[in-house]
């Protein structure tokens, strides 16, 4: 194999890709360069391709070929056990980092960043790359000195430290947590060209912790109790307002994030997990529940996380984060690498449960194919789709459509936008469009651009 | 009952919206069940559990909601009645006052999340407490529990307070940096205090700036706001106390010229200002009948996969070429965030926040 590939590189020059470039945009040839060391060309000979005058991408290029022989990993020794005793991504893979938009907020405590959605495979959000949504920055707790009270309409107040917490009986669950705001910067439009931009505002991860439920019932909830109003112990001391019902179904406190303590970005010591629901309610540094017979109208449950309708009314207690999908590779961070097969892939997700189907349409939402999971389907967590497309070279609008366990079907942009205006800041949950240059389209020729119907 | 002004309001929208939302459902007729009054179907679990629990599926709220109360701004307004299984509304006002309704709920046909809650807690009659934790008297918890709910429970003794004109000057010294002196924002931290009409008539129309006079619900809400967080860098300061924050609370809301009863009087510069005229400008909050609870999905397509209806496809006319792009740096490279980049716009996105 090797050295059939040193062979046809060898002959292959600039010229003759250049050659297949044009071959391409005749329309005689629907084959990527990147199949043609497979049986993919033979299966392509009937349609009068002829193998003598195969060419490769990246013909004439030798930095795909020089590194065919032991390299510095082969000849010297690399470094020892113990390094990194925690150990640290490639430096190779610098660029993937969570980035924000400065322009969103005024200062950095009380701001947003966006997890690198574009880089991330399967359905884990590594914890170093979990998006960031503060409103009175970071506090560094230590947790010997964190606790937890549960008390207000409750037969027994109670006081818990970290210890307490984790005699419990524990329970792990994969969720994904979304800010509400995610996508809000594209009511109006498309601003964005990265899926870090557009949907980075989420992330999904296996949290560890005890039930809320346990919790509640330890303290013995009085039957005047309806709501939960969690409070974070950071500068912003941020509260909302939880029914009982919800609180029961299937919240817990989270101490872990994949297996390790929560990060401090993330909440440190323990934070509360509200599976479906907006993030802002997952109340990080969580040091009281005052169980209450109304709701409190915090200022995070009124003033913000409301979505203003045309009319001039206004959605409060949006606490379900709506089914939702994204296609992210291939996305705007991307440009197509000539007409071919690809296998485009994408996350889909929803609060109210399990992920049921993912269609995918190149043609704007006229036709859908059913997309098949790559991923364990998990409820209120992220499922990854996966579909091939054989792409053919021409312009084309790519878009993907989750319906959910309870039947819901992801509706398109301007369905949305006729019903709920453009000022809602929240819950754009509307799908997305990708717009895949065609390949003959001057020096934009296969880029991927987000544009919005 | 609920608020009559968001129905009014809803009323008036359905009528401004009709046509276009059941145009855009892409539904088909659906077989209507039984119904209580007529208009729900009263045996709605029974139709959800025999659709495998789908309670979203198009065709099974069709069945227990009729076609004309399920879809986009009809099915918004019918879900304002906290009859429908499908409403967040609960059917209780909290003090019988002017401040409409502020309960919600899980509506009743999200019953999976209802047979959880049941097993978990209301029907859970096995649980035996573990004994972990340790008990707390509520006397120990002063300096933590500083919740001030809707209702003004949490405020403080009408004797903490301070004249307006005094807490206007601890807002100035503390507050102004970033908030202006007269609440109208300052170094890309938004107003306090405008007055813009909250409607649009136009999508393309710039969003509303939504602050504490034109928008906030309660004015309970911003004392416990600015006590929780303000100033910035070190909330809850001793140095301004319960009375400081009760007077700058005084002062923000006479910014916003939020009134005291129904003969419009406003709050004076030399008003003691504490929680009892709190109170009293709580029920004068002129936007706080115009929220109701998230009703959300208001959309129930049915999931096509060929020849989609026009409504569905591109622009929603049909026309998949007829799209917005983002802006392009010079070079023709698509980027995002341009006119900032490019100097021409201050920073923003086009809405106040989030």
């Not at chain 1, 090797?2 to 010229?15: F, G, H, N, P, S």
């Not at chain 1, 112990?233 to 101490?255: E, H, K, N, Q, W």
């Not at chain 1, 990854?384 to 319906?403: C, H, K, Y």
Request: net charge negative; aromatic share 10%.
């Amino acid at each position: 194999m090797t050295d059939q590939i040193v062979e046809k590189v060898a002959v292959q020059t600039e010229e003759s890709r250049n050659q297949s470039r044009r071959a391409f945009l005749k329309g005689s040839a629907a084959v990527a360069g990147g199949v043609l060391f497979t049986k993919a060309a033979s299966a392509a000979e009937g349609a009068g391709y002829d193998p003598k005058k195969a060419v490769a991408p990246y013909a004439g290029k030798p930095e795909i070929t020089e590194v065919l022989q032991d390299g510095a990993a082969r000849k010297s020794l690399g470094f020892g056990v113990r390094k990194y005793p925690y150990g640290m991504p490639s430096p190779f893979e610098k660029e993937v980092q969570r980035r924000t938009l400065e322009w969103l907020t005024p200062d950095s405590m009380a701001s947003i960043t966006m997890t690198p959605l574009q880089s991330l495979h399967g359905i884990i959000t590594p914890n170093g790359l979990h998006f960031e949504r503060f409103h009175g920055g970071v506090p560094t707790i230590n947790p010997d000195e964190h606790r937890l009270v549960i008390h207000g309409l409750v037969e027994r107040p109670l006081i818990f430290t970290m210890d307490d917490l984790k005699r419990f009986p524990s329970i792990s669950r994969i969720h994904f947590v979304e800010c509400p705001a995610n996508g809000a910067m594209e009511w109006k439009g498309v601003q964005l060209n990265s899926v870090q931009w557009t949907h980075g505002m989420m992330s999904c991860v296996e949290y560890t912790g005890v039930r809320l439920s346990d919790l509640l019932k330890e303290a013995g909830i009085k039957p005047e109790g309806k709501w939960i109003i969690p409070e974070g112990a950071d500068a912003a001391g941020l509260t909302r307002s939880i029914p009982i019902d919800l609180a029961m179904d299937d919240c817990f406190v989270a101490y872990a994030q994949n297996g390790e303590a929560l990060r401090r970005e993330q909440g440190y010591p323990i934070r509360l997990v509200v599976p479906g629901c907006e993030a802002n309610m997952w109340v990080k540094y969580l040091r009281r529940i005052q169980v209450h017979d109304v709701p409190a109208q915090h200022r995070e449950e009124t003033s913000k996380y409301t979505e203003l309708m045309p009319d001039g009314t206004a959605q409060r207690f949006s606490w379900y984060m709506e089914p939702n999908s994204v296609i992210t590779y291939p996305s705007p961070d991307f440009k197509m690498q000539g007409p071919g097969k690809y296998y485009v892939r994408g996350l889909a997700w929803s609060g109210r449960g399990k992920v049921a189907h993912v269609d995918v349409s190149f043609d704007g939402g006229k036709n859908w194919k059913e997309a098949h999971f790559t991923s364990p389907v998990l409820d209120k967590a992220w499922t990854r789709f996966e579909i091939e497309w054989n792409w053919d070279g021409s312009e084309a609008f790519l878009m993907s459509r989750v319906t959910d366990e309870t039947g819901y079907v992801q509706p398109p942009m301007p369905q949305m936008r006729t019903l709920e205006g453009t000022n809602n800041v929240y819950h754009r949950t509307a799908m997305v469009t990708w717009r895949v240059h065609a390949w003959d389209d001057g020096k934009n020729g296969g880029m991927i651009e987000n544009v919005q119907y | 009952m609920f608020s009559t002004n968001k129905t009014l309001v809803a009323a008036a929208v359905a009528t401004l919206f009709a046509g276009s939302a059941s145009a855009m459902s892409g539904s088909s007729d659906g077989a209507s069940g039984e119904k209580i009054n007529g208009k729900y179907a009263a045996n709605y679990e029974e139709i959800i559990r025999a659709a495998d629990g789908k309670y979203l599926d198009a065709k099974v709220i069709e069945a227990i909601l009729g076609k004309d109360a399920t879809y986009g701004r009809d099915g918004l307004e019918g879900k304002l009645d906290p009859a429908n299984p499908y409403s967040f509304e609960v059917e209780d006002s909290i003090d019988g006052g002017n401040h409409g309704n502020a309960q919600c709920k899980i509506p009743a046909a999200f019953v999976e999340v209802h047979d959880s809650a049941k097993a978990n807690y209301y029907n859970d009659s096995k649980f035996v407490a573990n004994g972990f934790g340790t008990p707390i008297a509520e006397s120990a918890l002063a300096k933590w529990n500083i919740v001030v709910d809707g209702d003004g429970k949490g405020l403080p003794d009408p004797s903490v307070g301070m004249t307006v004109e005094e807490g206007a000057k601890i807002y100035v010294q503390f507050c102004g940096m970033c908030h202006g002196e007269f609440g109208e924002g300052a170094k890309g931290y938004l107003p306090l205090a405008v007055d813009e009409n909250l409607v649009t008539s136009a999508f393309d129309d710039p969003a509303p700036m939504k602050a504490v006079g034109n928008y906030w619900p309660y004015a309970t809400t911003l004392f416990d706001y600015i006590r929780r967080t303000m100033p910035f860098w070190t909330p809850n300061a001793p140095f301004i106390g319960d009375k400081g924050y009760m007077g700058m609370t005084g002062y923000i809301l006479q910014s916003n010229y939020v009134k005291l009863d129904e003969n419009g009087t406003e709050i004076q510069d030399d008003d003691f200002f504490n929680s009892e005229m709190l109170m009293k400008a709580n029920k004068f909050m002129k936007n706080q009948g115009n929220f109701f609870c998230d009703h959300r999905p208001v959309i129930h397509n049915e999931r096509c996969m060929t020849n989609c209806p026009d409504a569905q496809v591109g622009d929603g006319k049909g026309d998949i070429h007829h799209y917005k792009q983002a802006r392009r740096l010079p070079d023709g490279t698509p980027q995002y965030n341009v006119p900032q980049r490019m100097h021409e716009d201050p920073p923003g996105v086009g809405h106040s926040g989030m």
